[in-house]
Structures are given as structure tokens and as C-alpha cells.
């Protein structure tokens, strides 16, 4: 029967002692450390006007100076083609010539333009930006969200003092059966 009391004083002592949200809440508003808590364990930081870029370069392959280079020689066959017709115009003796040219001529156009066909433009390079923190000047706005800020104070403080006197019925309760439970113990072994 003393276990039986002393799990009736520990089950009191447990009923009474928890301190829920809540009541740490009231605890440290009451040592007036609520607010040096928690702005030690949330520190605001404001970004108002501030912007973070961060850069990923995008993966990507040149072929710019591929085309350039087939370009120029494109250029450079193309204008002794060009020279050729204009040599054959005085001479009948160069017509291989000519088409040899010519040949190389269309086979470097085909390149060119098969590559500037699959070529594809560079990726950019993606840049993330973070947003600014919007502040609100408006002051009928400010006076509205002060007002509801009052009320949800008022609400918590009404809600405080029932868990207050809650926790007070049931901790009341508690030591009634513990002292209950006690006298029961004695009478009924005659302890004393």
C-alpha cells in the first residue's frame, strides 16, 4: 500500500509539474525573457532592398569558331571559284578546273550549312534571384493589423488564465487523493 501511495504523489507531482507550451510561454513573459528568447533563437533578418543573384553556369558546347573556320574557307573557295570562271571566260583549257572548284565549292556549302543546321544556340547561364522583403507603409492597413494584434493578445491572456486555474483544479485535485489516499493508508493499517 506505500507503492500505491507513492504512485498516487508521483502521478500528482506529474499532473502539476508539466509546464506545456503555453505555460513556458507565460513563464518567460512573466521574467520578461520572452522576447530576448526568442529573438536569440529566430534573429530577424531584414533583406528589405537587398537582392541575392547566385549563377549556374548552363553546360554548354562552342562550335562558334568550327563554323567560323568553315566559313572562311568556304569564303576563300568560293571566291577562287569565282576567279576561275572568270579565267575560263579567256581560256578553254582550265573546264577541270573549274569543276574541280566547283565540287570542292558545293562540299564545303554542304557542310556549312548541315553544321549551322544542327548548331544550336548557347544555353544562358541561369541566375537565381531572391525576392525583396515588402514593407507596408500604409497606415489604416498598420492601425487594422495593430487592432487584431490586440485581440489575439487578449485571447491568449483569457486562455492563459483558464489553464491557470485548470492546472490549479487538477494539482488541487491531486494532493486531495494523495492526502485521501494517505489517510486511507493509515486507517487502514493503523500506521500510527
Given at each position: 500500500?506505500?507503492?500505491?501511495?507513492?504512485?498516487?504523489l508521483?502521478?500528482?507531482?506529474?499532473?502539476?509539474?508539466?509546464?506545456?507550451?503555453?505555460?513556458?510561454?507565460?513563464?518567460?513573459?512573466?521574467k520578461?525573457?520572452?522576447?530576448?528568447?526568442?529573438?536569440?533563437?529566430?534573429?530577424?533578418?531584414?533583406?528589405?532592398?537587398?537582392?541575392t543573384?547566385?549563377?549556374?553556369?548552363?553546360?554548354?558546347?562552342?562550335?562558334t569558331?568550327?563554323?567560323?573556320?568553315?566559313?572562311?574557307?568556304?569564303?576563300?573557295?568560293?571566291?577562287?571559284f569565282?576567279?576561275?570562271?572568270?579565267?575560263?571566260?579567256?581560256?578553254?583549257?582550265c573546264?577541270?578546273?573549274?569543276?574541280?572548284?566547283?565540287?570542292?565549292?558545293?562540299?564545303?556549302?554542304?557542310?556549312?550549312?548541315?553544321?549551322?543546321?544542327?548548331?544550336?544556340?548557347?544555353?544562358?547561364?541561369?541566375?537565381?534571384?531572391?525576392?525583396?522583403?515588402?514593407?507596408?507603409?500604409?497606415?489604416?492597413?498598420?492601425?487594422?493589423?495593430?487592432?487584431?494584434?490586440?485581440e489575439?493578445?487578449?485571447?491568449?491572456?483569457?486562455?492563459?488564465?483558464?489553464?491557470?486555474?485548470?492546472?490549479?483544479?487538477?494539482?488541487?485535485?491531486?494532493?486531495?487523493?494523495a492526502?485521501?489516499?494517505?489517510?486511507?493508508?493509515?486507517?487502514?493499517?493503523?500506521?500510527?
Amino acid at each position: 500500500m506505500i507503492f500505491a501511495a507513492l504512485v498516487v504523489l508521483f502521478l500528482g507531482f506529474l499532473l502539476c509539474g508539466c509546464m506545456s507550451t503555453n505555460k513556458a510561454i507565460g513563464y518567460l513573459e512573466k521574467k520578461g525573457k520572452l522576447a530576448g528568447t526568442c529573438a536569440d533563437h529566430y534573429p530577424v533578418v531584414d533583406s528589405a532592398g537587398k537582392t541575392t543573384i547566385v549563377y549556374r553556369p548552363a553546360d554548354n558546347v562552342d562550335h562558334t569558331k568550327q563554323l567560323d573556320s568553315l566559313k572562311n574557307d568556304f569564303d576563300q573557295q568560293l571566291q577562287a571559284f569565282k576567279d576561275a570562271q572568270h579565267a575560263q571566260a579567256h581560256d578553254t583549257g582550265c573546264v577541270r578546273t573549274i569543276q574541280e572548284l566547283q565540287r570542292q565549292y558545293e562540299n564545303l556549302r554542304d557542310q556549312y550549312l548541315d553544321l549551322k543546321a544542327k548548331y544550336k544556340p548557347c544555353n544562358p547561364d541561369t541566375a537565381f534571384i531572391t525576392k525583396d522583403v515588402y514593407h507596408d507603409t500604409n497606415p489604416a492597413k498598420t492601425a487594422a493589423l495593430q487592432q487584431q494584434v490586440t485581440e489575439y493578445k487578449t485571447k491568449y491572456e483569457t486562455a492563459q488564465d483558464k489553464a491557470s486555474k485548470r492546472g490549479k483544479l487538477i494539482g488541487g485535485a491531486g494532493i486531495l487523493i494523495a492526502v485521501g489516499m494517505g489517510a486511507f493508508v493509515i486507517a487502514k493499517f493503523k500506521i500510527l
